[in-house]
Every structure is written in C-alpha cells, then in structure tokens.
C-alpha cells in the first residue's frame, strides 16, 4: 500500500455510556474535591463529569464547528471533512501595528445576552464554558501564524497594545456569561507551544503575555470561578511562571509534559487533566484485559495515592461503547480501593 492510498478521517468520539455504578457521592462532589485539590474518592472523567454552557450572543469562536464559517471579527473559516474542523483562512493584516485599524469591536449591547434555549443545571455535574481563542491565538488569527510570531520580535509595543485590549474584551464577554450562569469553572485556550518546545521564549511571554493574561484570570477569580488552562504543546518552560504567576486550578496541557513531575511538585496548588494513549484505547488488538491493565498503570502513576494534591483527572476519548465502559469502571474502581485510606 502506497501513502497515497491510506484515506485520513476524522474519529468522532461517543458520549460516556451509563456505567451503572453506585457511587458513594456524586460526580459533582467528587470533581469538586478534585478541582479544589482534595483528594477524591476515585479518578474523575472531567468530560462526563462536566456540563458546559454557552451564550449564543457570544461569537468570539467560529460561529459553525461543522461548515465554512466566520466569527464576530470577520475571520474566515474553511472547513475540512477530513479533520472534522473550521481553520482560519486569510489574513487580516500583516503588520501588527494596523491592528487598530482592522480590529472593529463588537457593541454587546446590542446582543440579547441570556442562557441558552432550554439550558437545564444538572445538579450531578459541575458546570463551565470553553474559553476558546486566547490572546496569542487570536492574534494569529488575525494575522497569520508566520506574520504573528515576527511581530513578537520586532514589535513588542504593538503586540502588548494588542493584547491588553484583547484581556479587556474577554473580560467583558465573561462577565456578561458569569451574570447568566454559576459557572463552577472556565476553560481558557491559549496554545503557547509545538511538540518539541514554546513558540516563543520565556522572556517574550513573561514580557507580552503574561500580565494581560493574569488579568483574565483574576476576572475570572473575582466572580469565584475556578480556571482550568488549556495550552497545547510541550510548554514546561512556561509552567514556573504559570504556576506561581497565573495560578490556575486545572492544566489541561499535553501528555509529551511531565505530568507527574507537575504533580509531584504543584500538586497542593493545581490539578492536571490526563490524556490516555489513543494508540491503547482505539487499538481492538488491546483487549478487555488490557485496557483494564492500562486503566490501572494510571490510576498507579498518577493518582492522588502517589502524587500530591488530587492526582490527575482524565479525558477519555473512545468510539467504541463497550471498550469505554470497561476502562473507565476499572479506572473508578481500582482508584476508589487505592484511594480508600488517603
């Protein structure tokens, strides 16, 4: 078989199926306990555990997740069936120092801002909103990655305008939503890495990004709602400055950092997500046994019995509703008994 043969798809993953398990408390009190960096009473799966609400007024995100689309900004999007995703098309503008020419406000006032159509608080879940598109990752957007990343260099008076204006928009977007919902917590996006290193230097973040970010954070602590960070890459050199400048609840970061490292050291402080390989779980040569293996090497590795704080909490991905059930009731079973005497 040639490459050029092998098709490329996009996997949708399958909702958590009914495990039927009686548990001793709550999802919610035991996402709570994790979040708060309490030990819980077994290994959460924060996206079963999670009920996310959103504001139809705010568009700040690709308007559409599954056609060409735009934002509040104007930004293109195309979309790709092979990747099941909307990517941004175009530049706005080259230069970072035209920002205030192109960039265009939206007036919020002149959105009906109110909860979604038959929003309904499931009081077994904790509750948040996705945070897409920070404030690197908007400027890319705008301007294209090549164009965003030389404007760090060679403008850095432009980019910090840039970005202290862009805290202050997010800020009202999620102040208007925290008026609708008691959100237990905000998932904030903002890549800052590759697979091998930061984007940027430490310098330059500490320089341009990290006091309009930690001004979103305290926005966001000030309404008592707790943070958890997204940031793709292998951004370890950030994580001194995000830990004890930042000082988010949650890290959903990638698994190429040192999560157990994080924990060991932050763990009293911060709670990781943890991604379990896709290569195990979608691989139906593992078998049941091994998946339940697998589910127990986690718990072992990175559970609240051998690392500080909480341990890790998961995001399990499957498209094969019994392979799913059979991992995560092993993983809740197997941390509930190692986690017993804690």
Request: hydrophobic share 40%; glycine share 6%.
């Given at each position: 078989?040639?490459?050029?043969?092998?098709?490329?798809?996009?996997?949708?993953?399958?909702?958590?199926?009914?495990?039927?398990?009686?548990?001793?408390?709550?999802?919610?009190?035991?996402?709570?306990?994790?979040?708060?960096?309490?030990?819980?009473?077994?290994?959460?799966?924060?996206?079963?555990?999670?009920?996310?609400?959103?504001?139809?007024?705010?568009?700040?995100?690709?308007?559409?997740?599954?056609?060409?689309?735009?934002?509040?900004?104007?930004?293109?999007?195309?979309?790709?069936?092979?990747?099941?995703?909307?990517?941004?098309?175009?530049?706005?503008?080259?230069?970072?120092?035209?920002?205030?020419?192109?960039?265009?406000?939206?007036?919020?006032?002149?959105?009906?801002?109110?909860?979604?159509p038959n929003f309904k608080k499931n009081p077994n879940k904790v509750l948040a909103t996705p945070y897409g598109n920070g404030i690197f990752e908007r400027m890319h957007m705008f301007?294209?990655?090549?164009?965003?990343?030389?404007?760090?260099?060679?403008?850095?008076?432009?980019?910090?305008?840039?970005?202290?204006?862009?805290?202050?928009?997010?800020?009202?977007?999620?102040?208007?939503?925290?008026?609708?919902?008691?959100?237990?917590?905000?998932?904030?996006?903002?890549?800052?890495?590759?697979?091998?290193?930061?984007?940027?230097?430490?310098?330059?973040?500490?320089?341009?990004?990290?006091?309009?970010?930690?001004?979103?954070?305290?926005?966001?602590?000030?309404?008592?709602?707790?943070?958890?960070?997204?940031?793709?890459?292998?951004?370890?050199?950030?994580?001194?400055?995000?830990?004890?400048?930042?000082?988010?609840?949650?890290?959903?970061?990638?698994?190429?950092?040192?999560?157990?490292?994080?924990?060991?050291?932050?763990?009293?402080?911060?709670?990781?997500?943890?991604?379990?390989?896709?290569?195990?779980?979608?691989?139906?040569?593992?078998?049941?046994?091994?998946?339940?293996?697998?589910?127990?090497?986690?718990?072992?590795?990175?559970?609240?019995?051998?690392?500080?704080?909480?341990?890790?909490?998961?995001?399990?991905?499957?498209?094969?509703?019994?392979?799913?059930?059979?991992?995560?009731?092993?993983?809740?079973?197997?941390?509930?008994?190692?986690?017993?005497?804690?």
């Open positions: 078989m040639k490459c050029s043969d092998i098709k490329v798809s996009a996997i949708k993953p399958i909702a958590p199926p009914d495990l039927g398990l009686d548990l001793p408390i709550s999802e919610r009190e035991n996402f709570l306990k994790a979040i708060n960096h309490e030990k819980p009473m077994w290994m959460a799966n924060q996206y079963r555990t999670t009920q996310f609400a959103l504001c139809k007024a705010n568009q700040d995100m690709p308007r559409s997740m599954n056609s060409a689309t735009d934002d509040w900004f104007g930004c293109k999007y195309i979309f790709s069936e092979t990747y099941g995703t909307p990517t941004p098309e175009g530049i706005m503008f080259e230069e970072i120092s035209d920002w205030e020419k192109y960039v265009k406000w939206p007036n919020m006032d002149d959105y009906v801002w109110e909860a979604s301007m294209g990655f090549e164009n965003a990343l030389i404007a760090l260099l060679e403008d850095p008076d432009s980019c910090k305008s840039f970005f202290n204006a862009m805290a202050d928009y997010k800020i009202e977007i999620f102040n208007r939503m925290a008026d609708i919902y008691d959100f237990d917590f905000v998932i904030y996006n903002d890549d800052w890495g590759t697979a091998k290193s930061g984007f940027f230097s430490v310098d330059t973040m500490e320089e341009l990004l990290l006091e309009p970010t930690r001004r979103i954070f305290d926005a966001f602590r000030a309404r008592g709602v707790k943070i958890e960070f997204h940031n793709c890459g292998k951004i370890e050199q950030f994580i001194p400055d995000i830990m004890e400048e930042l000082k988010p609840d949650m890290l959903e970061i990638q698994v190429i950092n040192d999560i157990r490292g994080i924990m060991d050291k932050y763990g009293d402080r911060v709670t990781c997500e943890y991604a379990p390989n896709p290569f195990i779980l979608y691989d139906m040569d593992v078998d049941h046994e091994g998946l339940r293996k697998y589910a127990r090497d986690i718990v072992d590795g990175f559970g609240a019995h051998v690392t500080g704080g909480a341990g890790v909490v998961l995001n399990l991905n499957f498209n094969d509703a019994e392979r799913y059930r059979v991992f995560e009731t092993e993983i809740i079973e197997y941390s509930m008994k190692q986690y017993a005497n804690l």
